[in-house]
Each structure stands twice: as C-alpha cells, then as structure tokens.
C-alpha cells in the first residue's frame, strides 16, 4: 500500500536556499490545505498527515463518496505527492517562470514586450523602449500564487522599492487588462499525453488563487466560456498542446499544467497562451477531479476564502445559494464546493 505525505512546500524545496523541510511556515500551509488530497486520491493507501481531522468530518467526506486514507503521522517512507522529485535540476528548470517566459517569446505565446532584467537600469532603459504601456508588473522567477509580484506605473515609480526587489532576475512585462484565467492541464503517462482538461482559476488582483470552476468535458468547459465571456476556446486548445510539447521535448514525464490568460486590448479579447508552467500537481487538478465526480452538473464551482473575507463578504452565501463545505474545521482558509445544473445561466 501506498504512503504519501502532502508536499505543498514544493517550490521551496526546488529553489529557497534556506529550505527545511518542516519549517513553521511550511506546515502551516500544509495543515490548512492538506484535506485536497482527500479530494482528489482514488486509491486504498496510507497518508502521512500533518494535522488531526475530526471523524465526523471524515465521516462527510466518505458519504459524499471521497476515499479517506489510513492516517498515519509517524508513517516512515512517505513519497511526495504533490511534486514529482523524480529530478532536481529538471525539475527546476520546468518549474521556473525564467524557462516559460523565453519560450513563449520565442514562440509568441506571450510575454510580449517583456524582458528578464537584473537591475534598476535595465529596467529603466526597456521602460523608455515601450513607452505607450504605463502599467507594468514585476514577478520573481520561482514565486507562486501571486507571491512576489509588484506592480508600478511606469510615470511615477519608487525607484528604492525596486532596488529592493531586483535580487537576482525578475520578470518585467506590461501589466494586462485580465478578464479571466485559465488553466490547461496535460495528464502525461510514459512521455505520452494521455488527457487533457481546462478549468477556469478565480484569482485575485495579485495573482493569489481562490478557487475556479470545471466541467466534466472540455466541451462543456468551452461552451461555458463561450457563453460567459463570448469567447472560444477552439484555437488555444491546439496552442496549449504545441506548448506541452515544448515541455515534454525538455525533459518532462509527468503533468504539465499551463497558465493562461485572456485579456481585454482595444475593445477586443486577446488570448495570452503561457503565464507560467507547473510542472507538479496544482489546484487545476483539485478543480477537474470534482468537476468529474459530478458529471450530471453543466460544472462546478469551488470557493476558497479567508474567515475574514466570508465575514465581510455578506452576500456569499446568498449569492451563490446551496454549498457544501469541504475544508475541515480549524483552517485559516475555507473551501466550498457548489453544483451548477444545465438550467442555470452562464454566470
């Protein structure tokens, strides 16, 4: 029987010089969202928990038809679930955003009238070449979830606070006018593609993930995106598997998941094809594995939100009408998971 333990401390391990594995700051993102494994696990096998889960909510979750594990939190041998670890140096080449923002200049996949730059002049000089953009963002290469992204206009910036960023090289590019996100998801098996699915990722301003929503069809995802947004999908799709392709000729095995975007230019809806890559696991898959579980649905939502946010967002849940909570008690960070039926509108 398998043991997995929840590595969400993934990025750190692959490019923090300081990681430990363990760390306070590392375990209290695992605790908070170790639960989607339950969520997304298909087999009998052991977990290596890092948090206590209360019966009665293990008891939902089974009813609801999820598989719990065994729980063991001194189980010896774990394998890392969440990233691959099969290897370190490719495995930091396919996850770094340095690796998808060359090829998708290369490509015209995106990046457009970016630069990769390492100190306040470069910056200073590639800002005087694209003068008409104003609006512009800084991301580090192995930031995740929006972390370590800083936007500036480019008429009134703090040139200290840019010094302060520039350690090593960072990402500059126009800052887009995002209209939605989405995320590809190429499941791979002996260096084959064997599925595809798309989800759209509900982000906020800053990039921070709170959830999205998932069919249980790539037909049936498009058609919500056409009939939400009046945009389809049909031309991404070949362009996200010319990029998986890309990947897999670098060196790729397992799952690639490609972050895209479509923005807003000149009163028309523009695709940006690739953000970022995730080689691992990601949230994408947590969408797409509920989306499954329900096929009947046109598709799933699922919320992510602070306490705070739920406190003041005094509409959510009348707003979004009949939800059922998946996180466990005790998280800083809840999840809601609620089913559209074919007789709902797009929204």
Known sequence: MNIYKVDLDYESYLFDSNYI????????????????FFLVNKEACVLKNARNYDKNYLTKLKNLGFII????????????????RHDYSLEKILNSKITSANLAQKNNWGFY????????????????IHQDYKNWIIKRPHGFSGIGHYQFNSD???????????????????????????????????GLIKRQFIVENINSVQGGFKGGVGASSVDKFKKYIQEKYKYSLDEYEKTARE?????????????????SFIYLEKN???????????????????????????PECERIS??????????????????????????????????????????????
């Open 113 to 128: 009238q970016g630069a990769i730059v390492k100190n306040l002049q470069e910056i200073e000089e590639h800002l005087k």
């Open 302 to 347: 699922w919320f992510i939100k602070s306490q705070k946010e739920i406190t003041l967002d005094s509409d959510f849940y009348t707003s979004n009408g009949e939800m059922t909570r998946l996180s466990p008690e005790g998280t800083h960070f809840i999840s809601y998971l609620k089913q559209h039926t074919s007789d709902e509108g797009p929204a």
């Open 21 to 36: 594995e363990n760390s306070p700051s590392s375990l209290k993102v695992i605790r908070d969202f170790e639960y989607i």
């Open 69 to 84: 594990p065994h729980l063991s939190p001194d189980a010896d041998k774990a394998v890392s679930w969440w990233g691959n």
């Open 268 to 294: 028309e809806l523009k695709i940006y094809p690739l953000v970022e890559v995730n080689y691992r696991k990601s949230m994408g898959l947590v969408i797409q594995t509920l989306a499954d579980k329900y």
């Open 243 to 259: 990029i998986a392709r890309a990947y897999l000729d670098l060196g790729a095995t397992n799952n690639i998941q490609i972050d």
């Open 156 to 190: 009134n910036f703090n040139k200290f606070i840019l010094e302060k960023i520039l350690i090593g090289e960072v990402l500059l590019e126009p800052f887009h006018n995002r209209v939605f996100d989405i995320g590809t998801t190429f499941e791979i098996e002996a």
